[in-house]
């Protein structure tokens, strides 16, 4: 069942909100896969219940009746909230962040939160403090990261919906892993409220479900124009799901140029011609583009990202909530042992690095100029837009792949996310769809947007999957 | 440079200050906890305060504005786009782990005050949040934090290094003192902390071409505590490089009850801020019409009510200059005078009341004297129901009671005596009482004349009508 089934037997009252919940919760009580770190019965029942109770107050809204899992980033009243790390453990935030807020409102009911990267900071799901999360379509396998848990939950059908951060592909690349499409909106479309920082100028909450469609709608709930957020951005609000249906006619889309020289496996590269034939076939016109020069984005995104991370979490000091090391005599030591304690290995790898990149004498060499690479990526997809309407390229370089494998090779994993960061850098919108199998795992494009063109990026996916059915696998 | 007379055994003092004022606003400066002083622990705290995981700073424009009227009113630079940064270090009473300030690219800057005829340059003034409390000697076994003051709003105000002696630097400080108050901006209570002082203070001797190194004196909380701890520290870099020494660049920290400085940390300790652009907050456009509209609501300046003063109640500069030193006392002066005499009104205010003030330590605001009183003192000296002596008493009495001057003379029976019969009575007995004086005076002892006043006075314990009195006693001894 997808989104739409699910919140169509809602409206036609074939099935209630609690009688979904139930079923949903049933489901996660059986996970085998490690994907939620809480779920939440009761507060659910009693949710589905209020929606049941007040029919037509929901019946139009955009997530009316469907149960919905959250990443364990966003903050929920009165219900732990981790992270996925030691040091929020037993976090109980006495506020909720605006995307729980906005889904809440919508008419959806949050079933459970889904595991993830340790304070979003992987690209596998394993550097949670919760345990890794296996693949949906091969427990061997990582889901990708760090919204892992969110992925493998749409994916293994356990919820139609969930939401998820995006930093620097961390919707793009679990979704393609997991075979399910996923959004990541133009940074300042989703209130960061709430949301547990990471590098606050890149990330992004976002939608994940089967389809285009399913993300229309959760986008719909999750945009808004958030006055506690200074880096919101105030516009006039687009109906997403509306826009599935209009007619954006031919479109220009770039398509990277000598790919094969961008270290992509084979079997993501014939996906990938196969998609454009799909894109001529809607009609539209593909355009090359140069993009060799994006990938000095990830450069600068391993600059950047530590950089904020290192003062994002310094509040994590032990003093006022959240893991503190016993015992202590005096308050270096219980900042040092807290910390040392309360975070995983990539977490403190990340923190020093991005202490070390804001240090005096090291500041100009380091940050300043990964702050002029990622003015030049902003202006570079500038000029691509100057040409064409979308830009479409895969999203991963490869499927996903086994757990532990690349962790003793840190480079490698960080390349991981060669594709996914550049939208990041520049803030633009991009969607990940599936768009081909192998060995019976799914393989995934994506396009990527001018700023606000969701409602194009979401129109093109639902084109693409109106002829296609890689969305419709399931593990 | 002509200012020899700063110099001390031979060196030079070279000062520039960093003033922190906390900003007079309903809400602090990025959470809309209530800004206030004095309120029990931890009660004016939100979520923006205590740092929580995913909440985010909103800027109050409140305090932008302010920080506006500040670089108005010492004709700076008011900066077309502000950012704020991260400042980071760790210590429990900074909840997030970072200040966030204004580094690069400050609210105001390249502003100038004029200190007794002397220009001051302003580096920049830039706003920032200020940090909680930790206090280390409530109890015996622990710490305890108190965040109401986390996140408050500060404009630190940086001078260049223009000053040249430790009264210069209070004469400055009291200048920055009298516009924040004049501009309304913060109340510049030093011993509540609203205002605050480091001193960046070296010495060279005359002739050398480049400043010597600085020692940083943090946290001095009065005026009088400015003027000692640079003075101080201008003695201990004098007696180092006498003796052949060097000074470190350090921080330093006053101690008022020993009367000295001490080293905090030296550079080699000094933190690594590891500043960087805040990526919560958007770089801050602030318009023109902004501008127009925070200069439209601004109160007079000093200079300018000065200037206003000697114009239009024709007070001289020092008597204007003296009364609109503090704005309160302007504000006080123009009240008693919509009903009192402007002359007499500003001697008494300039000389008794501010000598009470004086002995008192107190304001105006603290003092139980109010204008509409004050007025009435003034104006029942100028209709002759009291003498200045009597006056003084009254002032006394309503400076400790709050009694209404009518209220007190009446019940005191000290309105003057003005009638000649009662008085000329008075002088018959006294002139009969001192025939001795009487007869001198006749056979050419003038300067007794001022005895007979005296004794008057004395005998209607001090409420004759003094000029009643001269031209009575001219009569019956001529």
Known sequence: MNFKQQRDNFRAKKISAVEAVEESLRKIKDDQLNIFINHFEQEALSNAMHIDNNFDDFIAKPLSGVPIAHKDIFCTEGLPTTCGSKMLENFIPPYDSTVVKNCLDAGSIMVAKTNMDEFAMGSSNETSYFGAVSNPWNHDLVPGGSSGGAAACVSANLTTISTGTDTGGSIRQPAALCGITGLKPTYGLVSRWGMIAFCSSMDQAGPFSRDAFGCAALLDAMASYDEKDST???????NFEESLSKNFGSLKVGVIKNIQELDISEDVINAYETSKTVLTGLGHKLV????????????????IAPAECSSNLSRFDGVKYGYRSKGEKDIANLYMNTRS????????????????VLS???????????????RMIKLKFENFFKDVDLIFMPTTLDQAFEKNRKSDDPNRMYKED????PANLAGLPAISFPNGFKNNLPIAGQLIGKYFAEDLLLNTTNKIQEVTDWHKMTP | MAQNDTLIKGWQPVIGLEVHVQLMTNTKLFSPAKNQFGEDANTLVDLIDLGLPGVLPVLNEGAMKQGIKFGLATNAKIAETMIFDRKNYFYPDLPKGYQITQLHYPIVRDGVVMVNGKKIRIHQAHLEEDAGKSMHDKYDDKSVIDLNRSGVPLLEIVSEPDIRSASEAVNYLKKIHQIITYLDISDGNMSQGSMRCDANVSIMKPEDKEFGTRAEIKNINSFKFVEKAINFEIKRQIKILEANGTVEQETRLYDSIKDETRSMRTKEFAN???????PDLVPTNITEELIESVKENMDELPEEKQDRFMSSYNLNEYDAGVICADKETANFFEKVVENADVQLAAKWIIGDLNALLNKHDMDLQ?????????SELIQKITDNTISGKIAKE???????????????IDSKGMQQISDAGELDNTIEIILNENTDQVNAYKSGKDKLFGFFVGQVMKATQGKANPRLVNELLKKKLS
């Open chain 1, 341 to 356: 304690d309360g975070f995983g290995d990539e977490v403190k790898k990340r923190i020093l690095i991005g202490t070390h």
């Open chain 1, 418 to 421: 060669l594709l996914t960061i």
């Open chain 2, 272 to 278: 690594d801020y590891r500043y960087f652009p805040c």
């Open chain 2, 394 to 408: 009254v002032l006394e009495e309503i400076w400790n009671t709050g009694a209404k001057v009518s209220e007190v």
């Open chain 1, 232 to 238: 919101s951005t105030k516009r006039q609000d687009i």
């Open chain 1, 288 to 303: 090359e583009v140069d993009f060799s020069e994006l990938s000095s984005g990830i450069c600068s995104y391993y600059v």
């Open chain 1, 360 to 374: 005096a004498g090291f500041y100009d060499a380091y940050y300043l100029q990964a702050q002029k690479v990622r």
């Open chain 2, 366 to 374: 603290e003092s139980r004297i109010d204008a509409e009183n004050f």
